[in-house]
């Protein structure tokens, strides 16, 4: 619920029970040490898609699971990108929830 009125989102109900806002996962990522994301240039946030099996309800406990599972490079009018891909998969009691792939871009070569 908190997360809900942070974003001032509707607090949605199925079944009596409070669902999570579809974009909640996004705070899964706090729990996780990311060393390939220790860049010295910042990093611009590019795509984002959540797909569901079931709502996160309240009371849930989640298994999560990270995974960079795409480095891409290109060349931008602003030189050098690199897209890196991660995959968020949640489940709960073995059951899959949702899986969130996310990607972010960072400009000009690696530090």
Same mark, same amino acid.
């Given at each position: 619920?908190?997360?809900?009125?942070?974003?001032?989102?509707?607090v949605?109900?199925?079944?009596?029970?409070p669902?999570?806002?579809?974009?909640?996962?996004?705070l899964?990522?706090?729990?996780?040490?990311?060393p390939?994301?220790?860049?010295?240039?910042?990093?611009i946030?590019?795509?984002?898609r959540?797909?569901? @099996?079931?709502?996160?309800?309240?009371?849930?406990?989640l @298994?999560?699971?990270?995974?960079?599972t795409?480095?891409?490079?290109?060349t931008?009018?602003?030189?050098e990108?690199?897209?890196?891909t991660?995959?968020?998969?949640?489940?709960?009691?073995?059951?899959?929830?949702?899986?969130?792939?996310?990607v972010?871009?960072?400009?000009?070569?690696?530090s």
């Amino acid at each position: 619920m908190e997360y809900a009125r942070s974003i001032e989102a509707p607090v949605q109900m199925a079944n009596g029970v409070p669902v999570a806002p579809a974009t909640m996962p996004v705070l899964f990522w706090q729990a996780f040490d990311i060393p390939w994301l220790n860049l010295t240039e910042p990093l611009i946030h590019g795509t984002q898609r959540f797909s569901y @099996e079931a709502p996160i309800t309240a009371g849930m406990t989640l @298994e999560c699971e990270l995974s960079l599972t795409k480095v891409e490079k290109k060349t931008g009018h602003q030189g050098e990108l690199t897209l890196y891909t991660h995959t968020l998969v949640c489940t709960c009691e073995g059951e899959p929830i949702v899986t969130a792939e996310t990607v972010l871009l960072s400009v000009g070569e690696r530090s």
